[in-house]
T-cell receptor, first 109, second 113 residues
Framework: QQPVQSPQAVILREGEDAVINCSSS?????VHWYRQKHGEAPIFLMI?????EQKGHDKISASFNEKKQQSSLYLTASQLSYSGTYFC??????????FGSGTKLNVKP | NAGVTQTPKFQVLKTGQSMTLQCAQD?????MYWYRQDPGMGLRLIYY???????DKGEVPNGYNVSRLNKREFSLRLESAAPSQTSVYFC????????????FGPGTRLTVT
């Protein structure tokens, strides 16, 4: 049931872009994206709903391909503060969320 | 506005002991969740509560029980702790079920020896 995330890890220089992918084998109601820094709680980034609605932070963008049950998170002009582990969470049933195993992003100066 | 609070922050248990993890939110949210996160892994849903008075099993409910005491509070109980339950436990809440972000508490780091 867990979605598959790729890549597992990314190293960037400040200002570079990255794409993180999330793929599910089940039909999805929604996809959620969160970022977690070491030792801290996950923080909300973006929600993409079946039907096209999106909610999230202005500097983060994402897409949701309902036919393929895939979502991608686009990080542009990365900053040091973007470092952390990114998780996608997929809602495949009422209030049932399955999170991927995460993508570790390291942004270097 | 404290958001989601969890107690305790750290706990060490011996195998077979019991304990209750407490969670409270002050955002008037309807839905609440308990997750566990093992080292280097993603979050796995243990139980959730869509609204006051209702609870339902998530992905990994075995060995746990929950109580939605009121709209604010959602507790997680380990009746007989096992080493496999060593993990970081996060409580979260959201306004409604669909299309609403989850707000996470700071977590409880539990070690079972």
């Amino acid at each position: 049931q867990q979605p598959v995330q790729s890549p597992q890890a990314v190293i960037l220089r400040e200002g570079e872009d990255a794409v993180i992918n999330c793929s599910s084998s089940k039909a999805l109601y929604s996809v959620h994206w969160y970022r977690q820094k070491h030792g801290e709680a996950p923080i909300f980034l973006m929600i993409l709903l079946k039907g096209g609605e999106q909610k999230g932070h202005d500097k983060i963008s994402a897409s949701f391909n309902e036919k393929k049950q895939q979502s991608s998170l686009y990080l542009t002009a990365s900053q040091l503060s973007y470092s952390g582990t990114y998780f996608c969470g997929t809602e495949i049933d009422f209030n049932k969320f399955y999170f991927g195993s995460g993508t570790k992003l390291n942004v270097k100066p | 506005n404290a958001g989601v609070t969890q107690t305790p922050k750290f706990q060490v248990l011996k195998t077979g002991q019991s304990m209750t993890l407490q969670c409270a939110q002050d955002m008037n949210h309807n839905s609440m969740y308990w997750y566990r996160q093992d080292p280097g892994m993603g979050l796995r849903l243990i139980y959730y509560s869509a609204s006051e008075g209702t609870t339902d099993k998530g992905e990994v409910p075995n060995g746990y029980n929950v109580s939605r005491l009121n709209k604010r509070e959602f507790s997680l109980r380990l009746e007989s702790a096992a080493p496999s339950q060593t993990s970081v436990y996060f409580c979260a809440s959201s306004e409604e079920r669909l299309g609403y972000e989850q707000y996470f508490g700071p977590g409880t780091r539990l070690t079972v020896t």
